[in-house]
Nanobody, 115 residues
Framework: QVQLVESGGGLVQAGGSLRLSCAAS????????MGWYRQVPGKQRELVAT???????NYSDSMKGRFTISRDNARNTVNLQMNSLKPEDTAVYYC?????????WGQGTQVTVSS
């Protein structure tokens, strides 16, 4: 089992930037997809962005052009660069790794964007 630890969340003003990082306790080579999701209290968890082992990326429409996901297989990390943040981006952000046999989540990191 792999453990995921997110970091980099915090409080930022609208228009600012944050960089989230997710460190895996083991190799991420076997995981087809790594991604970031977010959740607001009372709402379902939603996709932010995913990246495949081959480097193909997918973004939710509201994040395109503002967020960039990347993975570093050598360091077993997946990162999310968030620019032009909006108050509606406020949420707990979760890291996820997936392959057909395993689906793991981190504990989440809070991102708060003030107006």
């Amino acid at each position: 089992q792999v453990q995921l630890v997110e970091s980099g969340g915090g409080l930022v003003q609208a228009g600012g930037s944050l960089r989230l990082s997710c460190a895996a306790s083991g190799s991420i080579d076997s995981y087809n997809v790594m991604g970031w999701y977010r959740q607001v209290p009372g709402k379902q968890r939603e996709l932010v962005a995913t990246i495949t082992r081959g480097g193909s990326t997918n973004y939710s429409d509201s994040m395109k052009g503002r967020f960039t996901i990347s993975r570093d297989n050598a360091r077993n990390t997946v990162n999310l660069q968030m620019n032009s943040l909006k108050p509606e981006d406020t949420a707990v952000y979760y890291c996820n790794v997936w392959n057909p046999l395993h689906d793991y989540w981190g504990q989440g990191t809070q991102v708060t964007v003030s107006s």
